[in-house]
């Protein structure tokens, strides 16, 4: 918008008084009631000053010369409004005096009631187009003003998929029902973010199925507190999430990761997940692992029958007691650990195990991704509710959890009992 220039306004002003001075009446006497002089409000132009409208870019400091002569009465006044509205004064800086150190409006001091002649440093919207109005008024009433338009160029937010941490970026087919892991990366454009929300063909996911965190670590994520989830502080400029959601059980569906910004664009990421049919899992319950320090033939485990055996590489079995130790009392000598026997693999599951109950686990596929992102041991400690997974010289993958424990004060027929799917 451009702002009326002083001689403008003064031939304005020379019209008013010519139009006044006619108004008299037949007897020589004025019109009724004598005109009284306003401020007037211009913006000096200079090599960085802005005196018409003007583009800069979000949250820059633009500066104005705002110097405005009295009329007939004292100016009393001063405020720069933004889109008619009284601009915060921590975002003006008067005569490089400090953001906020004048208020807005501003009551001039008794110089400045002559003439008002100022710099002022101004911080730009952070997008979009803004009128910006500088107003003098009177100790009268009277006013006078002046308007640009401050253009912010809308700046889109970005957001993508991170696969480098072994999150999902492509359409993928999993075994079966699990926790699945997107990394997702966004930095804000020309308005701060405000929230980011997960959907499923189309409908937002209940939030007790998702959980977040910034480190690569389902057991430290936090729950998805709502869902869409209010970002705050600094997440607000940008953020680094780590993403699970529980999936559907069967069939594709497809997974929206969705963020917004406060001036309300938002952007969107997609992924097609499709559970794939399983083989149902076999499964054991209440099978024995002897003490290995018991009578000879006992301390290891068939995990394909659930039958005792030896266990020793040559006795048939795949799961082993790792004995006592005779340093220690008899009551107390009992290790409690196990190992693989042979060439049979051990495991114990990793942070992204699909599920957490043994009793959800139908599929034998299920298995087979849990070992393969599970963490490699030798010999593991063992106590009540362990899960530890196996792959087995014959092929097969196998989950065992230790459901009781019997351990003896006097003699070596300690033993776990076991439920085992494969």
Known sequence: MKQLTFFSKFFVLALALSFWTSCETDDGTGGGGGFILGPTVELKSGADL????????????????VSVSKGDNDMSTFTVLEDGIAIDANRLNYNGAGAGSLSNPYSLNTAEADLFDTNIEITAQSSGDVSYTFRMSDSAGESDE?????SVPSTPLSFGFEAANGGLAADVTLANQSNFKVELVATKGGSPLSTLSVWEDGVEVDASRIKFGTANDFNAASDFFSNPLDLVNDEKDGFDFFVWVNSHTDGTKAYT????????????????????????????????????????????????????????????GHLKDEGIDISQPVAQNWKKQISGVGNNVLRTPGIDFPVNDFSAV???????????????????????????????????????????????????DDFYELSIKY
Do not use: H
Request: net charge negative.
């Open 146 to 150: 002046t308007t640009i338009t401050i």
């Open 50 to 65: 802005t005196s018409s409208d003007a583009t800069v870019t979000p949250g820059q400091v633009f500066k104005v010369n």
């Open 257 to 316: 990761y969705r963020v917004t910004d406060e001036s309300g664009a938002s952007e969107d990421l997609t992924l097609s997940i499709s559970i794939a049919t399983g083989t149902p899992v076999a499964e054991l319950s209440a099978k024995l692992l002897l003490n290995s320090a018991g009578p000879s033939g006992t301390g290891g485990i068939n995990l394909l029958t659930g039958d005792g055996t030896g266990s020793g590489t040559g006795d048939g």
């Open 362 to 412: 139908l599929y034998s596929e299920d298995i087979q991704i849990a070992f393969e992102n599970g963490d490699a041991t030798t010999i593991a400690d063992a106590a009540v509710g362990d899960r530890f997974l196996m792959q087995l010289i014959t092929g097969e993958y196998v989950l065992v959890l230790i459901t009781n424990i019997n351990e003896t004060a006097d003699n070596n």
